[in-house]
């Protein structure tokens, strides 16, 4: 346990390159992203090798509600929906990454401001703003792994704004390739590929010259 907290402190120190969003783009807009040490990742993956068969079940697929609950009960009430939707996507870009695995199976789009999920969408149409228990989910089905995934998303995006983060992944590869040819602000339900989130998010790399200041 001692190890696992350690190897996630010191991943939190690891920060990716800013970039400009397009070349007409405010310098301001920036962003970073974080790794989780490789210990953190190989301890799951000797957990997940030596664990029992009647234990598996504990690395099954959760839904994006489920998600979206645990992160409406773990923030800032109510949060918008846009937010919402970027902390999700976030979570399972991670989840790629980190665990080697999604969180839940539903898939992305790229619309105008950014990726949405259109099976949690259903739930907050029409709505600006979402508050626990309004996404007909149950954040007690996530695992420890998912949760602290998760809680790793919130920590380093949960601080910023719906456009803030909407403007980040609109400089983001997953997004704009997805996107193709479309206009901006034309409708758009292409799917942002979990292939394409796993390659982009892994391959960033890490920059330690970089603080929180910076943001």
Known sequence: MHKILEAIVWAFRIRSPLRTLNENSDSKRRFFVRRKHRLD????????????LDKRYDLIMVRVNDVAEYILQNSASPMSAMKLQKLCYYSQAWSLVWDDAPLFDQKFQAWKNGPVCPDLYSEHRGQFSVEAGGVNGRASALNRTQRETIDAVLKYYGKHSAQW??????????????????????????????????EYYSALPPDTANSNSSL
Do not use: Y
């Not at 990742?41 to 029992?52: A, W």
């Not at 590869?173 to 590929?193: F, K, L, M």
């Open 41 to 52: 990742k190989q301890l799951f993956s000797e957990q997940k090798q030596n664990m029992s």
């Open 165 to 198: 983060l909407s403007d980040l992944t609109h400089a983001e590869d997953p997004w704009r390739e997805a996107r193709g040819d479309h206009e901006d602000g034309a409708r758009c339900v292409n799917v942002i590929s979990q292939a394409a989130m796993a």
